[in-house]
C-alpha cells in the first residue's frame, strides 16, 4: 500500500466525513452552540461548514474534477513546476489542513467564537487562485468549481451574515484578519515552488515545510481568537450569554 495508492483514496474518505458532517449540520443542532438563533448566524457551525466546504474542495483537486480529471490539481502542479513532487507534499499540505486544523479550528470556536474565520480566510485567498487561474488558463479543472459555487459564497457570507454592527456580529477587521492568515498560508505553499524547480530541495522537504507553516497557522488563529474576546459568546438558550471587556480591538 504505497503513497500513490493513498493519494487515489483520501479524498473519498473525507466526502464521507463531509456527508456525515453535514447531516449533523443540517439534520441536527449539535453542532450549534446558540440552538435559539439562525444557524446560518452560529459561529460555531459556520466554523464546521467552512471546514466541511474544504473536505469537497478535495475531492474536486484529487479525486475527479468537472472535466473528469483524477489527481487534476497535482498534475496542475506539475504543468507549473516541470515536474511532479513527491505525494508526501501534497498530503502534508491538505491532511494537516483540512483533517486536523479546520476541525480544531471548529472545535475550539465554541469558547473562541472569532475561530468562525479561520477556514474561511483560507477559502478567500484560496478564490483568489482558483478563479483567476481558470480565467487566465481557460481551464475549469483542478478546484475551479468548488471555489466559485462553494469558497466564494461562504466568504461572502462571512462579510454580510456575520460581521458588521449589531449584537452577535463581529467587525470586519476580524475577519480580514483571518484572511490575512489564509494570505500568509498560500505565501508558504508558493514560496515552495523555486526551491523544487531549481532543484534546492524535494516534494518531501516542501511536505515538511507546510507542517510547520500549518502550525504557524494555527497559532495566528489562536492568537487572533484570544486577542480580544469578542463583545459577544454565543451559547445554547440565548444570543449573548456574556459581555466580555475586549483586550484590543482586532
Not at 504505497?2 to 479524498?11: A, F, Q, R
Not at 462553494?150 to 451574515?161: Q, R, S, Y
Request: charged letters at 15%; one cysteine or more; proline letters at 4%.
Amino acid at each position: 500500500m504505497g503513497l500513490e495508492w493513498i493519494m487515489t483514496v483520501w479524498p473519498w474518505m473525507g466526502l464521507g466525513a463531509a456527508i456525515a458532517l453535514l447531516f449533523l449540520l443540517f439534520g441536527t443542532k449539535w453542532l450549534q452552540v446558540n440552538k435559539g438563533r439562525s444557524r446560518w448566524r452560529d459561529p460555531s457551525w459556520f466554523a464546521w461548514l467552512c471546514s466541511v466546504a474544504y473536505m469537497i474542495h478535495n475531492v474536486e483537486e484529487y479525486g475527479f474534477d468537472a472535466t473528469g480529471s483524477v489527481l487534476a490539481f497535482p498534475h496542475m502542479m506539475e504543468g507549473m513546476m516541470g515536474s511532479m513532487p513527491e505525494w508526501t507534499f501534497f498530503l502534508s499540505v491538505n491532511i494537516g489542513l483540512v483533517w486536523v486544523l479546520g476541525p480544531l479550528a471548529a472545535f475550539f470556536s465554541r469558547k473562541y467564537p472569532k475561530l468562525a474565520f479561520a477556514m474561511v480566510g483560507i477559502e478567500a485567498v484560496n478564490c483568489l487562485t482558483h478563479i483567476p487561474g481558470a480565467i487566465a488558463l481557460g481551464s475549469i479543472s483542478g478546484g475551479f468549481v468548488t471555489a466559485a459555487a462553494v469558497f466564494l459564497p461562504l466568504t461572502v457570507w462571512a462579510f454580510v451574515g456575520l460581521c458588521g454592527k449589531g449584537e452577535g456580529r463581529f467587525s470586519y477587521r476580524t475577519l480580514l484578519c483571518f484572511i490575512g492568515v489564509g494570505l500568509f498560508y498560500h505565501i508558504g505553499l508558493f514560496a515552495n515552488m523555486p526551491f523544487f524547480v531549481n532543484g534546492i530541495y524535494d516534494g518531501n522537504v516542501m511536505g515538511l515545510e507546510m507542517v510547520f507553516v500549518a502550525a504557524i497557522t494555527f497559532g495566528l488563529w489562536m492568537w487572533l481568537a484570544r486577542r480580544t474576546s469578542e463583545s459577544a459568546r454565543f451559547v445554547s438558550g440565548g444570543d449573548v450569554a456574556e459581555k466580555v471587556e475586549p483586550l484590543r480591538e482586532a
